[in-house]
C-alpha cells in the first residue's frame, strides 16, 4: 500500500505520459514537455491514456453534458498536442490540479519525496478501479467525425489521419453504446487495445513507424 | 395550377437594419426584440388595421434555441405588444425560413382561411452561432458514403460547387466586390430608406469609476456589412478558410450577421375593408432538392420550378434577389440558369448586405417589393441555397 509519485522533468511523451497519468501525484519541473503523441506514428494511446481522460472528462461534466469536456481531451491527443511547460500540460489536462510543478528542477526529487512521504504518512489507500463511469457515447462519436469529415474534404488531414482520428473518437467516447451508458476501466482499457492492434495492422501506420525509427521525424501519410 | 380561392397581397414591409455578427451593432441586441421591431414597423406602414386583426404571424428562424428559442415567434410578437390572442409559429428550413415564412402566411390567406397574416424571420447570429449551441450527429451519416454530404459544413460545399462547376477564384473575387459596390451605392442614393427601420440600441455596460450603470443609446439606420474599399486586390490577399487549396474565403462568402424582416399580406376583402395600398401580389413558391454536399445549387431546380408553377417567363422576372450564400454558388447558379447580371441582386447582396440566416428571406422580400415599387418593375423573385441540399424560390407581382 505505497503511493507512487512521478518526477518529471523534460520529455514525457505517449507512454511517459501515461505513466505520470496513472500515478497518485505527480511532480514536474517547470521545463516538462508532455502529451499523447501515439497520432505521430499512426496509433493511439493504449495503455490507459485514453481511459484516463475519458475517466477525467466524465469527472469534470459532474453528471452534465459530457462533450465538451471529451471534445477537448479528444482534440488534445488528435492533434498531438505537447504541453510547452508542466502548467501548460496542466491546462491541456495532462496534469491534475493536485499536481506539484517545481521551477528549480535540481528540487523536483525532494518535493516528489515529500509528496511520497506525505503521502504515506496520511494513511494513503489506492483508489478503487471506478467501476460507474459514463461515456459520451455513439452520438459524440459522430460528431467528432462530422468535424473531421470536413477536415478530409478541405484537404487538412489525409484518409489515414481519419482513420487515426475516428479509432480515437471510438476509444475515448466509450465505443458504439448509448450517452450515459455506464462502463469501467477495462471497458476502456479492452476499446484501446483493440484499435491499437488494428492501427498497428494497417500498413500506413507501419510506415509511419518505420519512418519514425530510422529518421526521428512523423511521416504524413 | 394554383387552385386558390382568393389572391395574397402584401401590403407592408419593413425590417431591421442588419449588423454584422458576432461583433456588430447588435450583439447584444435579443433576436426577438429584433423581430418585435421588425413586426410593428411593418404595422404602421399600415395604421388602419388592428393588431388583433393579424389572424397568425409566421417567423422563419434558422437556429431556433436559446435567445431565438421557445417559438420565438409568439415571444416576439407578445413583446410588441400585440393582443394575446394573435398567435405566433416558428418555422425552420434554414436559409429559406424567412421566405418561407411568408408563402406559408400567404397560403393560409389562399386558402380562404385567413384574411392578414404577417410572414416575417429573425436570426442572432451573434447569440446563436451557425449550427446552433450543440450539434449532434447521426452516426448513420457516416455509415456510407451516400449521407456523408449531410456532415459538410456550408464552406466545404462551397468550395465543391467552385471545383464542379469550374468557378475560379478571380471570378468569385470580383463578384464579391460588384456586390459591396452596389450595396454602397445603393445605400448612398438611399435604396433601403423606405424599408429599413432605424433601431436604438441601448448597450448597458458597467462604469467601474462611477460605481453605475451606463446606458449608450446608438441609433442604427443602415446595415453595417458593407465595406468600402472592397477591391480584387484585398480579396485577392485573403487565404481560403474551408479547403488548404480552396477558393473559398471570408471575402467571397456571405457575412455572419443579425437582424430581421417582416412582411403584412392581405386578401382582396381586407385590402377593401381597410382601403389599402396593395404593393405586390404573391404569386407563387417552390422548393427543390440537391445532393447535400453541392447545396449551393439549390436555386438552379427551384426557379424553373417556380417559373412552371406560376406560368411566368424568366425573361419577365425584372429582379431577383439571389442569397449570396457564395459567390462560387451565385456564379454557378447564374451561369447555368443564363440569369441577367443587371437583374440579380441590384443593390448588392449577402457578401456585401449580410446573410441572418432564417431572417434573410423576409429581408430580402422587403428589399424586392420596395425596389419593384420604385423602379415599376413588374415580377420579382427571392431565391436562396438551403443547407444540407436545397434551394427555394418565390415569386411576386408588382401592383402598387
Known amino acids: 500500500m505505497v503511493p507512487t509519485v512521478a518526477a518529471v522533468d523534460g520529455m514525457a511523451l505517449g507512454g511517459g505520459c501515461e505513466i505520470i497519468m496513472h500515478c497518485d501525484r505527480a511532480v514536474a519541473s517547470l521545463e516538462s514537455y508532455i502529451g499523447l503523441v501515439e497520432v505521430g506514428v499512426g496509433l493511439i494511446p493504449a495503455a490507459g491514456g485514453c481511459k484516463e481522460l475519458a475517466l477525467r472528462a466524465a469527472g469534470e461534466a459532474k453528471g452534465g453534458d459530457l462533450f465538451p469536456f471529451i471534445r477537448r481531451y479528444f482534440e488534445n491527443v488528435a492533434t498531438a498536442q505537447v504541453g510547452r511547460s508542466a502548467e501548460h500540460a496542466r491546462e491541456l489536462g495532462f496534469l491534475r490540479d493536485r499536481d506539484a510543478v517545481v521551477i528549480n528542477r535540481f528540487e523536483l526529487l525532494y518535493v516528489a519525496k515529500q509528496q511520497l512521504n506525505a503521502r504515506y504518512e496520511s494513511g494513503y489507500r489506492p483508489p478503487l478501479r471506478a467501476a460507474r463511469i459514463p461515456v459520451a457515447g455513439r452520438g459524440a462519436i459522430a460528431t467528432l467525425k462530422m468535424g473531421m469529415q470536413n477536415m478530409l474534404a478541405g484537404d487538412y488531414v489525409s484518409d489515414h489521419d481519419y482513420l487515426i482520428g475516428s479509432k480515437l473518437a471510438h476509444v475515448i467516447c466509450g465505443g458504439d453504446i448509448d450517452q450515459g451508458s455506464l462502463v469501467d476501466e477495462q471497458w476502456f482499457l479492452d476499446l484501446e487495445r483493440e484499435a491499437f492492434i488494428e492501427l498497428l495492422s494497417t500498413e500506413k501506420t507501419q510506415a509511419r513507424v518505420e519512418h519514425m525509427l530510422k529518421t526521428g521525424k512523423p511521416l504524413r501519410n | ?400
Open chain 2, 1 to 400: 395550377m394554383s387552385k386558390q380561392v382568393q389572391d395574397a397581397y402584401i401590403v407592408a414591409a419593413a425590417r431591421s437594419p442588419v449588423g454584422k455578427a458576432p461583433r456588430g451593432v447588435f450583439r447584444h441586441v435579443r433576436p426577438d426584440d429584433l423581430l418585435g421591431h421588425a413586426l410593428n414597423a411593418a404595422m404602421t406602414q399600415v395604421p388602419a388595421v388592428e393588431r388583433g386583426e393579424v389572424d397568425d404571424v409566421v417567423v422563419g428562424c434558422a437556429m431556433p434555441e436559446a435567445e431565438q428559442g421557445m417559438n420565438v415567434a409568439r415571444i416576439g410578437l407578445l413583446l410588441a405588444d400585440f393582443p394575446n390572442s394573435v398567435s405566433g409559429i416558428t418555422v425552420n428550413r434554414f436559409c429559406s425560413s424567412g421566405l418561407n415564412a411568408v408563402a406559408i402566411a400567404a397560403d393560409r390567406i389562399r386558402l380562404g382561411e385567413a384574411d392578414i397574416m404577417i410572414g416575417a424571420g429573425t436570426e442572432s447570429m451573434s447569440m446563436i452561432p451557425m449550427g446552433g449551441n450543440k450539434i449532434v450527429a447521426n452516426e448513420r451519416i457516416f455509415a456510407d458514403s451516400e449521407h456523408v454530404g449531410i456532415a459538410y459544413g456550408m464552406g466545404i460545399t462551397a468550395e465543391k460547387v467552385a471545383q464542379q462547376w469550374k468557378v475560379p477564384r478571380d471570378a468569385q473575387d470580383a463578384f464579391a466586390v460588384e456586390s459591396h459596390r452596389r450595396a454602397l451605392t445603393a445605400i448612398e442614393t438611399g435604396e433601403f430608406e423606405d424599408e429599413i427601420a432605424p433601431y436604438t440600441v441601448r448597450d448597458r455596460i458597467a462604469d467601474l469609476e462611477r460605481r453605475e450603470i451606463v446606458e449608450q443609446p446608438n441609433v442604427v439606420s443602415v446595415d453595417e456589412g458593407p465595406r468600402p474599399g472592397t477591391t480584387t486586390d484585398v480579396l485577392a490577399g485573403l487565404r481560403p478558410v474551408f479547403a488548404a487549396k480552396g477558393t473559398v474565403t471570408a471575402g467571397n462568402s456571405s457575412q455572419t450577421s443579425d437582424g430581421a424582416g417582416a412582411v403584412i399580406l392581405a386578401s382582396d376583402t381586407a385590402i377593401k375593408r381597410h382601403n389599402l395600398q396593395p404593393l405586390a401580389r404573391f404569386l407563387g413558391f417552390a422548393v427543390a432538392g440537391v445532393p447535400p454536399e453541392i447545396m449551393g445549387i439549390g436555386p438552379k431546380f427551384a426557379i424553373p420550378k417556380v417559373l412552371k408553377q406560376t406560368d411566368i417567363k424568366l425573361e419577365d422576372v425584372d429582379w431577383i434577389e439571389l442569397n449570396e450564400a457564395f459567390a462560387a454558388q451565385s456564379l454557378a447558379v447564374i451561369n447555368d440558369l443564363g440569369l441577367n447580371r443587371e437583374r440579380v441582386n441590384p443593390l448588392g447582396g449577402a457578401i456585401a448586405l449580410g446573410h441572418p440566416l432564417g431572417a434573410t428571406g423576409a429581408i430580402r422580400t422587403t428589399t424586392l417589393i420596395h425596389g419593384m415599387r420604385r423602379r415599376k418593375h413588374r415580377y420579382g423573385m427571392v431565391t436562396m441555397c438551403i443547407g444540407t441540399g436545397m434551394g427555394a424560390a418565390g415569386l411576386f407581382e408588382n401592383v402598387s
